[in-house]
């Protein structure tokens, strides 16, 4: 079965600075999709990035980018210049090229400090 | 635009009493339905799916089921809540892959407690 894992409940972040949210997951597949989704307090998920595992290059959304190991099934978040907008829990999530389910892992809760 | 109307927002219920929780989708044509439950402090786990009218998916055993009576309408239920049926639920819809991955747009959530 195919696992997501967060294995930091909670970072924090000075505004304008840099934080990488770290996400591992397990699957014998070798074509899939994985996201980070953002949830703020209105507990709206938001989609914030994807990455198709066939491509090599990591996938950037403005000031979201991500670090895809494939071989090590590692997949982490990394946002610059943090702003206090980006205050909210991050998900990672998995999902088998065509099927119809996600996968999330556990949550990081982000706290940006002014 | 397409847009995921979910309610109600917020309910709170006694163990053993039914539930019903509707999702309708408008701008979009045979999309794909989802229905996933948040426990505190939890990620999200899909508890049901649908690729079209009457088709059901269901991913997690449990005292819920789900029905999908219009292209675009999809409802959560329960004969009988308890305590455990407690969470926040969470509405989302996808186009049809078609060998491309479609993403999953959420709904607002509805918060549900039990009693």
């Known amino acids: 079965a195919q696992t997501v894992t967060q294995s930091q409940p909670e970072m924090s972040v000075q505004e304008a600075e840099t934080v990488t949210l770290s996400c591992t997951y397990d699957t014998s597949e070798s074509d899939y999709y994985l996201f980070w989704y953002k949830q703020p307090p209105s507990r709206q998920m938001i989609l914030v990035i994807r990455q198709e595992a066939y491509k090599q290059q990591n996938a950037t959304e403005n000031r979201f980018s991500v670090n895809f190991q494939k071989a090590a099934k590692s997949f982490s978040l990394k946002i610059s210049d943090s702003q206090l907008g980006d205050a909210a829990m991050y998900f990672c999530a998995y999902s088998i090229q065509g099927a119809q389910k996600l996968v999330f892992g556990q949550g990081t809760r982000l706290t940006i400090n002014p | 635009s397409q847009t995921i109307h979910q309610w109600p927002a917020t309910l709170v219920q006694p163990v053993g009493s039914p539930l019903s929780l509707e999702c309708t989708v408008e701008?979009?044509?045979?999309?794909?339905l989802y229905w996933y439950r948040q426990a505190a402090g939890r990620g999200l786990q899909l508890l049901f799916y649908?690729?079209?009218?009457?088709?059901i998916s269901s991913e997690v055993p449990q005292n819920l089921s789900a029905s999908r009576p219009q292209d675009r309408q999809f409802i959560l239920s329960s004969k009988k809540l308890l305590l455990s049926d407690s969470g926040f639920y969470l509405c989302a819809w996808s186009a049809l892959g078609q060998g491309v991955y479609q993403p999953q747009h959420f709904g607002d959530g509805t918060r549900l407690s039990i009693l």
């Open positions: 649908s690729v079209g009218i009457g088709q």
């Open positions: 701008g979009t044509s045979n999309p794909n």
